[in-house]
């Protein structure tokens, strides 16, 4: 290189990658972040963190001794200091199966599973996997942007199908029927749902996957809310359908366990009739997966013993706690005039409610709403927007309900301070 006479190098590189920028401007990771970001550090509030669905920091929410005493006796045994195999190691692998099948008609074998450093490395596998030339596939709005910003970083093409507010945010099936295209190759779907709280009953899953069986294409089931439901309706795995049409399912124990830090997910091939295998869909996902991460060998080593130690008490108590946070959220939100609720949240973590922008005075949209928020009162919200719902709001309850109670008390007090003098005329 040379020296340009003031000392200087003129360096090459520089980081403009514009399929990067592209898939980052989708991620809602780096919109929530710069929420957290506009908080006051000075202000003596506890800060109150409704913008990412993250219990694990809160007592209430505490993983299960038995699951942290496995990861321990991983790490200990000196058994797990090696490199991995490509698609986990065998007995995590068939641990998982086992654990997948206690709720399907079929059981699932080793082979039929991956491991993943989690279920985010699961959505970046499949959009990778999926990205033939002019393939499309079929995304829910709102969604989870991680795959957006996966298709985009890969050149996948992604068309939006609706969720419904109004009909229990169920998926637009006649949408998807109209979205659909011969280069159409797969439906992604997240149940029980982020950002919407719902969970899809065993009819409504069935009509999914007769019209993916109709278009001739595979299901991806998001399932990492599993057995995550507070309501009247059970889960119900989409791998019970995989005979109507094959079933791609991704999992793992961030948020039934509550460890999103451990970093361990999974994809299942839910396809008891081998189609996913016949397609050679699973050797391309143990290629990838191949010159991809790992999740660490410990954890690998521990998910068998923290599957089988893990007290169902764990995960009454967690719903039990979890059941209280949706009903405080949702029994708040209802009562605030410029905020409306269509569903009250059965699963997941997560509710998506609908700002009315035209109540307040010198607020333009509903980032600008969550910002000055986060500003003003040390309560972030997920701006619609980053989900593809301008002027809506996702809320989480999943913290300790005492401070969820505080920052819904903060949001009321923010949204009549901001209100229109004529609407406040009107509400006082
Ligand atoms: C949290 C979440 C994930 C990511 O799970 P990790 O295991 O933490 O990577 C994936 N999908 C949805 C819908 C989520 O809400």
């Given at each position: 290189?040379?020296?340009?006479?003031?000392?200087?190098?003129?360096?090459?590189?520089?980081?403009?990658?514009?399929?990067?920028?592209?898939?980052?401007?989708?991620?809602?990771?780096?919109?929530?972040?710069r929420?957290?970001?506009?908080?006051?550090?000075?202000?003596?509030?506890?800060?109150a963190?409704?913008?990412?669905?993250?219990?694990?920091?809160?007592?209430?929410?505490?993983?299960?001794?038995?699951?942290?005493?496995?990861?321990?006796?991983a790490?200990?045994?000196?058994?797990?200091?090696?490199y991995?195999?490509?698609?986990?190691?065998?007995?995590?692998?068939?641990?998982?199966?086992?654990?997948?099948?206690?709720?399907?008609?079929?059981?699932?074998?080793?082979?039929?599973?991956?491991?993943t450093?989690?279920?985010?490395?699961?959505?970046?596998?499949?959009?990778?996997?999926?990205?033939m030339?002019?393939?499309?596939?079929?995304?829910?709005?709102?969604?989870?942007?991680?795959?957006?910003?996966?298709?985009?970083?890969?050149?996948?093409?992604?068309r939006?199908?609706?969720?419904?507010?109004?009909?229990?945010?169920?998926?637009?099936?006649?949408?998807?029927?109209?979205?659909?295209?011969?280069?159409?190759?797969?439906?992604?779907?997240?149940?029980?749902?982020n950002?919407?709280?719902?969970?899809?009953?065993?009819?409504?899953?069935?009509?999914?996957a007769?019209?993916?069986?109709?278009?001739?294409?595979?299901?991806?089931?998001?399932?990492?809310?599993?057995?995550?439901?507070?309501?009247?309706?059970?889960?119900?795995?989409?791998?019970?359908?995989?005979?109507?049409?094959?079933?791609?399912?991704l999992?793992?124990?961030?948020?039934?366990?509550?460890?999103?830090?451990?970093?361990?997910?999974?994809?299942?091939?839910?396809?008891?009739?081998?189609?996913?295998?016949?397609?050679?869909?699973?050797?391309?996902?143990?290629?990838?997966?191949?010159?991809?991460?790992?999740?660490?060998?410990?954890?690998?080593?521990?998910?068998?013993?923290?599957?089988?130690?893990?007290?169902?008490?764990?995960?009454?108590?967690?719903?039990?706690?979890?059941?209280?946070?949706?009903?405080?959220?949702?029994?708040?939100?209802?009562?605030?005039?410029?905020?409306?609720?269509?569903?009250?949240?059965?699963?997941?973590?997560?509710?998506?409610?609908?700002?009315?922008?035209?109540?307040?005075n010198?607020?333009?949209?509903?980032?600008?709403?969550?910002?000055?928020?986060?500003?003003?009162?040390?309560?972030?919200?997920?701006?619609?927007?980053?989900?593809?719902?301008?002027?809506?709001?996702?809320?989480?309850?999943?913290?300790?309900?005492?401070?969820?109670?505080?920052?819904?008390?903060?949001?009321?007090?923010?949204?009549?301070?901001?209100?229109?003098?004529?609407?406040?005329?009107?509400?006082?």
């Open positions: 290189m040379e020296d340009n006479g003031g000392g200087e190098v003129a360096w090459r590189f520089g980081a403009a990658n514009p399929s990067l920028e592209a898939a980052s401007a989708l991620s809602i990771r780096a919109l929530v972040h929420l957290y970001g506009c908080v006051d550090r000075n202000d003596p509030r506890p800060l963190p409704l913008g990412h669905g993250d219990p694990s920091p809160f007592a209430c929410f505490r993983a299960a001794a038995a699951a942290e005493e496995a990861v321990a006796a790490a200990t045994s000196g058994k797990y200091n090696s991995p195999t490509a698609a986990g190691l065998t007995e995590a692998c068939s641990a998982v199966a086992a654990y997948l099948s206690r709720y399907l008609p079929y059981e699932l074998s080793t082979g039929d599973i991956v491991l450093a989690g279920c985010n490395h699961a959505i970046e596998i499949m959009m990778a996997v999926l990205a030339p002019g393939a499309n596939v079929l995304l829910p709005r709102p969604g989870y942007p991680m795959y957006e910003a996966r298709a985009a970083l890969g050149g996948l093409e992604f939006h199908y609706n969720l419904l507010p109004d009909k229990g945010w169920e998926v637009d099936i006649e949408g998807v029927e109209a979205l659909a295209d011969e280069n159409t190759v797969a439906i992604v779907m997240v149940n029980p749902n950002p919407c709280g719902s969970v899809y009953s065993y009819e409504h899953l069935t009509k999914i007769e019209t993916a069986r109709k278009l001739g294409i595979m299901v991806i089931c998001d399932e990492i809310y599993e057995h995550c439901t507070f309501g009247s309706k059970p889960f119900v795995p989409m791998g019970v359908f995989g005979e109507i049409a094959p079933v791609v399912t999992g793992g124990i961030s948020k039934r366990w509550m460890v999103p830090g451990w970093r361990l997910g999974w994809i299942a091939m839910t396809d008891p009739k081998g189609i996913l295998r016949k397609k050679k869909i699973l050797e391309s996902i143990i290629i990838y997966r191949g010159i991809s991460v790992d999740p660490a060998a410990i954890i690998q080593g521990a998910i068998p013993q923290i599957i089988a130690n893990t007290d169902d008490v764990f995960f009454t108590n967690a719903m039990n706690t979890m059941r209280e946070a949706a009903e405080i959220c949702y029994q708040r939100l209802k009562c605030m005039e410029c905020i409306t609720c269509p569903h009250k949240p059965e699963g997941s973590m997560f509710v998506m409610v609908e700002l009315d922008i035209s109540y307040f010198g607020i333009d949209d509903d980032i600008d709403f969550c910002t000055k928020l986060a500003k003003e009162e040390c309560v972030v919200i997920c701006p619609g927007s980053g989900l593809g719902m301008k002027n809506w709001l996702r809320v989480t309850f999943a913290v300790d309900p005492p401070l969820l109670e505080d920052g819904m008390e903060r949001l009321k007090s923010f949204c009549l301070r901001h209100a229109k003098p004529t609407r406040n005329h009107a509400t006082s």
